[in-house]
């Protein structure tokens, strides 16, 4: 990894020891290993704990619930089902995905194919993405939004006909100058103190409907929200009692700038690199990651922890035919 990408992802790696452990908790807590060994897990399927011990299957405790009647075990509805792979395995398969290392080099470190690599990440984003749907940040005091654009990409699959260009190599550029349909946007959003949100829904400046759509719901009232003067972002004043100021017209003073959602837009961009590229299709997943990653703050943290340390009905899961065709970005 070169110099530029150690400086990217050196804030996750400078992490003293315990502030690691917690970002990586709170995504095994989605697996449900917070829980002791000896301790019978609630049942997933009822969340009731009237439970007993069934057996082995594949040399792992099977357990039957009496009041439904179903059996499960410590995998079951968690990122791990069906899993040849154990706690150790997925907990430093996590910490490589936070720390940016390539399919690729998980694979080969940890002894398995890159599609297994591919389906383990994709399982975790997935998750991700569902537990923040279903637990919104909330931006307040003072917000920055603003848009970045990233390249689109194809990865893994022919170039589509429709998409109007031929395909590029790794690390080449647009064929035309300026932002074209060669570009995807991402509409970002980060309080100044607080967590991020980032989500791509069309290739062009966003539309007033279009940051409704991102936004709803991700604003408190009383919010200062900083835009770099784009008429469309005028919209989210109907949506709540937030105040909307372009920084340019309120150039050379102190707090009127977008600083912050600058270097989110760096980041994303750096890290899209990276991985040199990602597939826009899975894009959004991917956006959960960086909005997560930049800055991961107490008070999100706080939240997910709390509602991901329970197991049962709060897990969030996919089988790998999901992999595919959940959620995509089509554009």
Known sequence: MNDKINTLFDYIKQ???SELDRIISFVLSIISVNQQPEETPVCPYCNKTHVIKYGHRKGKQRFLCRDCKR???R???TIMSNSHYNQSVWTDFIRDTLCGVSLDKSAKKYGFSHQTAFNMRHKILMALQDFLENN???LSGIAELDETFVLDCYKGSQVPKTAGREARKHGAKAAKR???NEYVAICTGIQRDGGAIAATVNRAKPSGKEL???FRGHIAEDTLV?????RSYNVLETLTSCTVVDVKQEAGRGIFNLNTVNSLHSFIKETYNHYRGVATKYINRYNVLFSIAFRCADTLKDMLFSSLCTVGQNCYWHSVNDIRDY???IL
């Open 15 to 17: 992490l003293c020891e």
């Open 71 to 73: 059996t499960y075990m």
């Open 75 to 77: 995998s079951t509805n």
């Open 136 to 138: 919104p940040v909330l």
């Open 178 to 180: 300026g932002i074209s």
């Open 212 to 214: 409704d759509e991102i």
């Open 226 to 230: 900083l835009t770099d003067g784009l």
């Open 327 to 329: 959620k995509l970005v």
